[in-house]
């Protein structure tokens, strides 16, 4: 029998302050194909895109995650609003390796207590070689019963975004 490591916590430890959550997460050196397994709730086309597109793995590294809520913008705000904010806020992108660790600890119940229905990870753009061969992030999307590693467009301009929105960068 395999001995669990009891040192990494199986939930997320999360905080509000001054309308951002704030937690960490630690990589623990699961590849992306890893994840594609080890993740129970991913959509389809994420799943692809965690299958073709591997991401830099690390081992040990801790990442402490801000997350800009969506009540702190205007209504229909764009993915450039965010992105000047987090400037504001010397946030800088995550890797996509956050979103799985994330995704890993996330409950239905933390994202609804936190307000959110979705959570944005701002990391490098990774290509979706679906139809539209767009760039792509990855999002937590709160179903009600659980939550989902999904894929969001980053095309400029493509969406307007509402007060349910999350946006995750990591601190400096």
């Known amino acids: 029998m395999e001995a669990k490591d009891l040192s990494l916590p199986t939930k997320l430890d999360w905080q509000e302050k001054e309308k951002k959550i704030i937690f960490s997460v630690v990589s623990n050196g699961t590849s992306s194909t ?18 073709f597109h591997s991401f830099r793995e690390t081992k040990g590294i801790k990442t402490d995650i801000v997350i800009l809520k969506g009540e702190n913008f205007p209504d229909n705000y764009s993915l ?5 904010a987090a400037g504001k806020h010397s946030l800088k992108r995550t890797e996509a390796e956050t979103a799985c660790l994330t995704a890993e ?5 933390d994202m609804k207590a936190m307000g959110l229905q979705w959570i944005v990870f701002f990391h490098k753009p ?5 139809a539209m061969l767009e ?3 990855l999002e937590i999307v709160n179903n009600c019963h659980n939550c989902r590693l999904e894929s969001l467009s980053d095309r400029p301009g493509f969406s307007k975004y509402n007060h349910s929105y999350g946006f995750a960068f990591a601190a400096n």
């Open 135 to 137: 760039y792509c992030l």
């Open 126 to 130: 990774i290509m979706d070689n679906n």
């Open 34 to 51: 890893d994840w594609n397994k080890r993740l129970k709730n991913v959509g389809h086309d994420t799943r692809k895109i965690l299958e």
């Open 105 to 109: 600890k996330i409950t239905a119940e």
């Open 80 to 84: 450039e609003d965010v992105l000047i």
